[in-house]
């Protein structure tokens, strides 16, 4: 799928990448869900399924929590307090610990209301607020909220797929 450029391409982007990952994840026995086994978000390291939604809830989270500081014009750390853009190793392994005692239908749950909340976001925001001005940096709103949702769905549910395969089941 082309990168979104419009509200309309990200608002579809989002929604089929994310039916595709839910599809997959409601795959998963729920037995298999802490078995860390999946290749992780740092090099050389492995998570579980949880850990792979708890990744995809810290991010939407921050972009709930970025949207709202720029709303009334309150100053946002990039990408979070007391993390630099080379630190996102670490800042998922934060994800994961935010999250390591929920279970994991609580987590798709959480996941389910993350995705909602970002969909109300991008519908009460119009084109030119997403695409047509800078909002961090050189990037768009629109691109900020593809990279942290579209483009990490399509990515977990490939590294599913494919551990779902190591494991010997479909």
Do not use: C
Not at 27 to 41: A, C, F, R, W, Y
Not at 113 to 126: D, F, G, H, Q, R
């Amino acid at each position: 799928m082309a990168i979104p450029s419009n509200k309309e391409e990200l608002i579809i982007a989002i929604e089929s990448n994310y039916k595709k990952l839910k599809a997959e994840i409601n795959s998963i026995p729920e037995d298999l869900t802490n078995v860390k086994t999946l290749e992780g978000h740092s090099k050389g390291t492995v998570m579980s399924v949880k850990n792979l939604l708890s990744y995809l809830i810290g991010w939407g989270e921050l972009v709930l929590k970025w949207n709202s500081k720029k709303e009334v014009n309150e100053i946002v750390d990039f990408p979070e307090t007391g993390f630099k853009w080379n630190e996102l190793g670490k800042l998922a392994q934060k994800f994961y610990l935010d999250y390591e005692n929920e279970d994991f239908s609580e987590l798709k749950l959480k996941l389910d209301s993350t995705v909602e909340k970002i969909l109300v976001i991008i519908n009460s925001k119009s084109n030119d607020q997403l695409y047509g001005i800078s909002w961090y940096e050189k990037y768009t709103l629109g691109r900020m909220i593809q990279l942290n949702t579209s483009s990490p769905y399509a990515n977990a549910r490939f590294r599913s797929r494919k551990w779902k395969k190591e494991q010997g089941f479909k």
